[in-house]
C-alpha cells in the first residue's frame, strides 16, 4: 500500500462527517432544533431496526411507530435511516482497505514447495483458500460500495420535504446499474463516470457472484530461482480495452496476456478509492 493511502481514507471519512450534516441539514431547517431535540428523542428511533444493540422486534418496532403524533419523530426516525447509509459506505469502504491488506499478506505466507530445478509452479487447495477469499472478497466489497454510492447520490436528490408519517427512502430500489438516475452531479472523475477500471471491478464481480470465481481452479504460481521462491501471483483473465472479459460462445476465462492480479490491484485499487473520494466531494458541494 502506497504512503497515499492512509491519507485517502481520512479524506473519505472527513467526507462523510460532511454528509451526515448535510442530511441533517436538509431534514432540520434548524439545525439547532435538531441538537435541542437529541437529549428527549427515545433511543430506540435511532438504533432500532438498524443496530444489534436494540433488540426489538419488528412489531413492537412499528407499534411504537404507529403511537407517533408528532412531526419531528418522523423527522427523526427518517435522519437515522439517512445516517446509516452514510455508516454502511464508510463500513464497506473501511472493509476494502482491510481486505487489501489482507490479500497481499496471504498471498506472502502461502506456502510455496521449494523444488531442485528453476522455474514456475503452483500450488492449490486449502493452501490458497485464505488469499482467494481476501481477494474475492474485496472485489465484491467495492462493487457493493458502488450500489451504496448510487443510493446515497439518489437519496441526495430526492429528500421528503413532508414528514406527516414515516417516509419511505426514495433509494431503496436503487444500484450501481441505476446511476443515470442520478442527475445533479458531474460525473467526471466519480466512480459514475465509464471508466476501465470501474468496468473491470464490475465484470469481475459479477463473475465471481455468477459462476464463483474466475478460474476453475484456483491457483497461485510461484517463481523459483537458485531454490529459492523469487514471486508469488494470481493470473488475471483476458481483458478487453472496455474491461469486460474476452468471451468465446461459452468460455470467458483466457489467460494468455499474463496479467497478475497482484500487479494490478494497487492501480485498480487506487483509482477506486481515488474517485470514491472525487464522488463524495461532490456530493457535499452540491446545493440541495
Not at 40 to 51: A, E, K, L, R
Not at 91 to 96: E, G, H, K, Q
Not at 209 to 230: A, L, R
Request: proline share 2%; with cysteine; net charge negative.
Amino acid at each position: 500500500m502506497n504512503n497515499g493511502t492512509p491519507q485517502i481514507f481520512y479524506d473519505i471519512d472527513n467526507c462523510c462527517v460532511d454528509l451526515y450534516d448535510t442530511f441533517t441539514g436538509l431534514i432540520f431547517d434548524d439545525i439547532q432544533q435538531y441538537y435541542d431535540e437529541m437529549s428527549m428523542i427515545p433511543q430506540w428511533v435511532y438504533h432500532t431496526g438498524i443496530d444489534s444493540d436494540s433488540a426489538v422486534s419488528k412489531d413492537i418496532f412499528n407499534n411504537w411507530v404507529k403511537e407517533i403524533t408528532n412531526e419531528r419523530y418522523y423527522k427523526h426516525l427518517f435522519l437515522a435511516d439517512c445516517h446509516n447509509l452514510i455508516g454502511s459506505v464508510q463500513n464497506r469502504l473501511m472493509s476494502t482497505r482491510t481486505q487489501y491488506q489482507n490479500f497481499f499478506r496471504y498471498l506472502e505466507n502461502v506456502n510455496a514447495i521449494v523444488l531442485e530445478k528453476d522455474g514456475y509452479y503452483w500450488t492449490s487447495g486449502e493452501n490458497i483458500v485464505a488469499v482467494f477469499s481476501a481477494l474475492h472478497d474485496l472485489i465484491i466489497t467495492m462493487y457493493a460500495s458502488l450500489d451504496l454510492l448510487a443510493k446515497l447520490s439518489f437519496q441526495f436528490e430526492n429528500m421528503p420535504n413532508d414528514f406527516s408519517k414515516y417516509r419511505k427512502m426514495k433509494c431503496k430500489k436503487t444500484l450501481f446499474g441505476d446511476k443515470r438516475k442520478i442527475q445533479r452531479i458531474d460525473f467526471t472523475d466519480t466512480v459514475f463516470e465509464d471508466s476501465k477500471t470501474i468496468k473491470i471491478i464490475e465484470n469481475l464481480r459479477h463473475e465471481l457472484i455468477h459462476n464463483g470465481t474466475w478460474e476453475s481452479v484456483p491457483k497461485v504460481h510461484y517463481k523459483i530461482e537458485d531454490k529459492n521462491v523469487v514471486e508469488k501471483f494470481i493470473f488475471l483473465p483476458d481483458l478487453l480495452e472496455s474491461g469486460t472479459l474476452e468471451v468465446a460462445i461459452n468460455r470467458k476465462r483466457f489467460f494468455s496476456n499474463d496479467q497478475k492480479i497482484n500487479e494490478k490491484l494497487p492501480d485498480l485499487c487506487g483509482e477506486f478509492w481515488a474517485r470514491v473520494l472525487a464522488t463524495l466531494n461532490k456530493l457535499r458541494k452540491v446545493n440541495y
